[in-house]
């Protein structure tokens, strides 16, 4: 496929949405913080870290596990004791009272499975997965309704909260909902990070990347600053051939955005990406071009700009 690139303009670019990545920051640090200070109110520190020491019997060898509070160190700290320190045999009239059984004794798999089994579970606590997604549509330029409605969308949302970002979501998924069977193309992918560092650098980086294949940002609304300006009249006069629609989203959590490779996935991920709950969400982005009406996105620009697009 050729085009003139005489013919090929670059094109006007809208932006809405927001990030949240610091003030989720606070309040998971204040919850851990309250958190930690439960586990022992005698502590004289105000947090406690766990401590995992290995006992040993002269009896067994098998290694036992025991959770303790450390005011002194914030890492995890391992010794060997005897258990003869702990237990002292109980009096012969205890024996005969009757209230007295003996303790069951576990193996040393089941002490050591148990042992394992906590570790993994506090792991899988501590670790919590960020997870970017992005999905991109191509839709033909003759729906010129979309534009209209991500306009009205950028110039009322409120882009200072999470849920101002939830209804940017929402909304923006509704009106390309709206225009499915104009879409003819599309692009989706999922990125999972273990940090939040992590998660805010990869979803900056894919906003930049995207905001550079812009000529001018005509309509802003993003973290509560707005800005509208008059784009550069288009010289040749002609309407736009396509219209491309890109959605960032960072959520706490490890989320699965569906493979799309035809129109209906392609509702289905929609439907997935407009259902996110308020709390999962940490920063969207929702950007398209062009923006302005009688602005062009051609069929060079298109397939220079967005090489990743495939066939619905």
Request: glycine fraction near 4%; include cysteine.
């Amino acid at each position: 496929m050729t085009c003139n690139p005489h013919l090929a303009l670059a094109a006007s670019g809208g932006r809405m949405g927001g990030r949240s990545f610091s003030s989720s920051s606070s309040s998971e640090s204040s919850s851990s913080t309250s958190g930690s200070s439960s586990w022992d109110s005698s502590s004289s520190s105000s947090s406690s870290s766990p401590s995992y020491s290995w006992e040993s019997s002269s009896s067994s060898s098998s290694p036992s596990y025991s959770w303790e509070s450390s005011s002194s160190s914030s890492s995890p700290s391992y010794s060997s004791r005897s258990t003869s320190s702990y237990y002292s045999s109980p009096s012969p009239s205890y024996y005969s009272s009757g209230y007295y059984s003996k303790p069951k004794l576990k193996t040393a798999s089941e002490t050591e499975d148990e042992a394992w089994s906590f570790l993994l579970t506090r792991k899988c606590q501590i670790s919590k997965p960020f997870a970017i997604q992005t999905l991109r549509v191509a839709l033909l330029g003759a729906t010129r309704s979309l534009q209209k409605d991500l306009d009205t969308i950028a110039e009322v949302a409120d882009t200072s909260t999470t849920s101002g970002l939830s209804c940017i979501l929402q909304e923006s998924t509704v009106a390309l909902l709206r225009h499915l069977a104009f879409c003819f193309s599309s692009f989706s992918s999922v990125d999972i990070k273990q940090n939040k560092t992590d998660g805010e650098n990869l979803f900056n980086q894919l906003t930049i990347e995207e905001r550079a294949k812009f000529d001018e940002e005509t309509l802003v609304n993003v973290d509560n600053i707005k800005k509208k300006i008059t784009p550069r009249k288009n010289p040749n006069g002609l309407n736009s051939d396509y219209i491309v629609m890109t959605i960032l989203v960072a959520t706490k959590g490890e989320c699965k955005l569906c493979v799309v490779n035809n129109s209906e996935e392609l509702k289905q991920a929609l439907q997935k990406l407009g259902s996110i709950p308020t709390s999962k969400i940490l920063a969207v982005e929702v950007m398209w071009t062009p923006q302005e009406e009688n602005d062009t996105l051609s069929e060079c620009d298109l397939l220079k700009d967005y090489p990743r697009l495939k066939p619905l």
